[in-house]
């Protein structure tokens, strides 16, 4: 099962953070064959820390609540809060198959979070932007609750402009960059 976890900074959490560094990198080292995608994401300065988006593949929701709770950062009070829910990989690949590759142009979380029918379940057209892709789920994975994604794109508004604006009573756009070691 297929898992979207970002995890919020608590304002004035950087320090605590650079501190934690390589506890988080290694706890995310035990879990580097499941990881779908993963990386912090900014304030407009694109240097302020404000999350770290996780997308992983876990047996179930109980191993997904434990990857999530346990890290590290979590654990030492980093976080303000966590956004775990199910998801689905609409495009079957890994931030490291990306075609665009690990650094070059502006990339972008973008959450959508909505209720009622679906939107936004197919591909966009220009999936070669894309990194990750794919609908949030509820729990059982019948319901859907939103989407994210993961792109590359000239500014916010393009990048806003995968998820169909009127479906979503909100559209998060972050600053983001592929995480893990170097």
């Not at 970002?6 to 959490?13: E, I, K, L, M, T």
């Not at 080292?29 to 407009?44: K, M, N, Q, S, V």
């Not at 876990?58 to 809060?81: H, K, M």
Request: include cysteine; aromatic fraction near 10%.
């Amino acid at each position: 099962m297929e898992f979207f976890c970002y995890h919020r900074d608590r304002p004035g959490s950087v320090a605590l953070r650079h501190e934690l560094l390589e506890a988080h990198w290694s706890y995310m080292d035990r879990y580097a064959a499941e990881l779908i995608a993963r990386g912090p994401t900014f304030a407009a300065d694109g240097e302020t820390p404000t999350g770290s988006v996780h997308i992983v593949d876990l047996p179930d929701a109980a191993a997904a609540r434990a990857f999530a709770f346990d890290e590290p950062n979590y654990q030492a009070g980093a976080y303000r809060d966590v956004l775990l829910r199910r998801w689905r990989n609409l495009l079957g690949r890994t931030m490291w198959e990306f075609p665009g590759g690990r650094t070059g142009g502006s990339r972008y979380l973008v959450l959508g979070l909505g209720s009622g029918e679906p939107a936004d379940l197919v591909v966009p057209a220009d999936r070669d932007e894309l990194i990750a892709y794919g609908p949030l789920l509820s729990d059982d994975g019948a319901t859907w609750l939103g989407t994210a994604a993961l792109l590359r794109a000239p500014d916010p508004d393009t990048a806003r402009a995968v998820l169909t604006r009127e479906r979503y009573a909100g559209i998060e756009v972050h600053d983001w960059e592929f995480g893990g070691r170097r």
